[in-house]
């Protein structure tokens, strides 16, 4: 596994895709948190990273299947996976040094916003006015959010040999996955039901990790969450006969 993680890790980094999509992230979620009007913390005229917390979900939604989208559709793509499947490896191996692999890659995207931090930190008043549980908490819900993408992303990939499909795919069942059960669930001939509908989504679960409070439920929910797809994305690569 660890192979593989190498492997996959300095394919995307000898590119420059990786960087290109490392800073876009990083560019957006600047604009948001400084700039634009609507979310700019400087207009807000609070200390506080909610507006970054708020954005970052939806701009995952684009990263991380940009991220995840080449990991095994360009292996069957350019015919290379026979060869990685002919290697003493099981699947297993395959997918979870692919999967950790672009995990790796989406915290090295986190890693530079802990500036945003510093910055607020810095800017409150008094300095330091910051609710410095809740950011913690909300770094660690967009972890797992991220991880729960990057699931779904490894899995979109082992659908097809095209990029731009699995990145399309991708990217849908990121959407749905976070913000499609919400829509759902406020249909009125559902609203009996809502409260079931809205728990299976990411959404309720990631407000819930932001908030500070680390309930066993929802890091059940997320590590479920994520097994379901490896596995599914494990069997559909031991169904086929390479």
Not at 24 to 33: A, D, E
Not at 194 to 219: F, K, P, W
Request: proline share 2%; glycine share 8%; with cysteine.
């Amino acid at each position: 596994m660890l192979s593989v993680f190498n492997k996959e890790i300095g394919s995307f980094f000898s590119s420059l895709v990786a960087y290109i999509t490392i800073g876009v992230f990083l560019l957006v979620m600047g604009l948001f948190l400084w700039v634009f009007p609507d979310s700019s913390i400087l207009e807000y005229g609070y200390a506080g990273l909610d507006s970054l917390f708020s954005t970052a979900p939806y701009v995952f939604m684009f990263l991380i299947p940009a991220i995840t989208m080449r990991s095994l559709a360009e292996e069957r793509k350019e015919g290379t996976f026979e060869l990685l499947a002919t290697r003493p490896l099981t699947d297993w191996q395959i997918v979870l040094g692919k999967y950790f692999a672009c995990l790796l890659i989406v915290l090295f995207a986190l890693l530079p916003t802990l500036i945003y931090y510093i910055t607020v930190y810095q800017l409150g008043t008094p300095q330091g006015n910051i609710d410095t549980g809740a950011v913690i908490g909300s770094y660690i819900g967009l972890f797992l959010l991220g991880a729960s993408f990057v699931a779904i992303g490894i899995f979109s990939s082992s659908l097809s040999k095209n990029q731009i499909i699995a990145f399309t795919i991708a990217v849908f069942l990121s959407f749905i996955a976070f913000s499609g059960f919400d829509s759902i669930s406020r249909l009125l001939s559902l609203q009996s039901v809502e409260t079931y509908i809205t728990a299976i989504g990411i959404n309720e679960h990631y407000e819930s990790i932001s908030r500070g409070v680390l309930d066993t439920r929802d890091l059940v929910y997320f590590l479920s969450f994520i097994a379901i797809f490896l596995v599914i994305t494990k069997t559909i690569l031991g169904g086929r006969k390479w």
